[in-house]
């Protein structure tokens, strides 16, 4: 018996990397899955099609149950479309993994608006659209008196939580993601849906080159992206009991992250501050608290 046993999941982005060890892991634990993949290049670029029918394969011939998709997941209607092909297919839809991306880095001050809106809109629109209208099936089918134990996970990133020189575009995207999460659990836990995040930290076609080495070393492979699916895969299933949280995975540990904290209040007391003193109470309230994580690649 598998963790997932029965369960209908959409993978996006599920052709290579993190996506393609997620959509196998949750197929070895009895869900039947949707993989879905555009097939572009790390950058964006047109690649294939079927990019996702690798994977299904590799699924079937385990035993499991899989179909491909390739759905754009920011097109309104493609991913409205992938959400009724898991339903028309399976019979149902019960879990979500919003994963699909790609990047154009530069400095902010050198981007162009392409690379800004085309990052954004894969990383955040991507994860809103395929949600939306999975949300709106879940929320019929509660409304109709069917109890729901949907699940939606989240990609957001270390650059999201932290920012990262030289992917401000990518950043902002997954920073937004970190904030969809709460929000989506906060208005949709009434429906029987759980929604949480993951900020993996894993060797992929997107890291490669710019953070790690394509050199997989002998051992325990600490950057393998197999590491991150069993995080994923339960916070995907019937178990989890949380909402509302990102966490960082990568190797053999994972810890869950925290949002905005408040600092300290600071007050001149029942007047309006001047100029100066708004200074002061700022280096007050900053000197309180503790500091933030530094920015990736800011150290350098």
Known sequence: MGSCDGRVVIVTGAARGLGRAHALAFAAEGARVVVNDLGVERDGSAGTSQ???AVVAEIVAAGGEAVANAADVADWDQAAAMVQQAIDTFGSLDTLVCNAGFLRDRMLAGMSEDEWDSVTRVHLKGHFAPARHAIEYWRARSKAGDEIEARVVNTSSGAGLAGSIGQGNYA?????IALL??????????????VNAIAPDARTRMTEGVFY????????DEKAPENISPLVVWLGSAACDVTGRTFENTGDQLNVCDGWQKGPIESVGGRRMTVAEAGELAHRSIAGTQSPQPVHGSEA
């Open 51 to 53: 990019a996702a029918d």
């Open 172 to 176: 902002a995207a997954k920073a937004g």
């Open 181 to 194: 999460t709460i929000q989506q659990a906060a208005e949709w836990g009434r429906y029987g849906v759980r």
């Open 213 to 220: 080495s394509s050199e997989i070393p002998e051992g325990f």
